[in-house]
């Protein structure tokens, strides 16, 4: 199995057995029996192989389809959204699409514009802000009571909530700004 994969991703990189063995600093002899399953390898070039092409051990030794890390939490986010939305009703469900969907085109241009220096800044905003939502929603780590809060807390939560609530115009307008720049270029 390790020697598949080995072979397997040295072939998506275009790289020879020497080309590899050279990086690896083993000699190709070694490396063409591992890849043939003629000896097995020790862990040391296990990890190695899967620090060089930045994948998961599992996916060089278990077989696992998800090649790295982020691979596993985008599978993983698939599941967990479709699960949501089977159980979702109809009025709700279609709600969260289109929160998801407004959010995909906002992001999804960052992901895909090739710009060799991104801009980082916007998605720093919309990150800030959507984690300032997190947080409102539950009460600013101040949980969420069944029997209502205190005037003293009441107090304090909305103290946190002017601070967040400047926070978060701040964060606000520099998107703007961020957006009018692009505009008017």
Not at 31 to 49: A, C, M, T
Not at 135 to 153: A, C, L, Q, V
Request: with cysteine; hydrophobic share 35%.
């Amino acid at each position: 199995m390790i020697g598949q994969r080995v072979r397997e991703l040295r072939k998506r990189k275009n790289m020879t057995l020497r080309e590899l063995a050279a990086e690896l600093e083993i000699p190709f002899t070694t490396l063409g029996n591992y890849e043939r399953g003629d000896r097995s390898p020790d862990f040391g070039f296990v990890l190695d192989v899967a620090k060089y092409f930045n994948v998961s051990i599992d996916f060089l030794t278990k077989g696992d389809d998800h090649i790295n890390y982020d691979e596993y939490l985008v599978s993983r986010y698939t599941k967990d959204i479709n699960t949501m939305l089977n159980k979702a009703n109809p009025e709700v469900r279609e709600k969260i699409l289109d929160i998801h969907d407004q959010i995909f085109f906002i992001t999804c241009e960052h992901a895909v514009s090739g710009a060799s220096k991104p801009n980082n800044k916007e998605l720093e905003l919309v990150q800030q802000i959507v984690n300032f939502l997190l947080r409102m929603k539950n009460n600013f780590g101040m949980g969420i009571k069944e029997d209502g809060f205190t005037p003293s807390t009441k107090f304090e939560l909305a103290k946190l909530y002017l601070k967040e609530k400047q926070d978060i115009d701040k964060s606000f307008n520099e998107l703007f700004e961020l957006h009018i720049e692009r505009s008017i270029k």
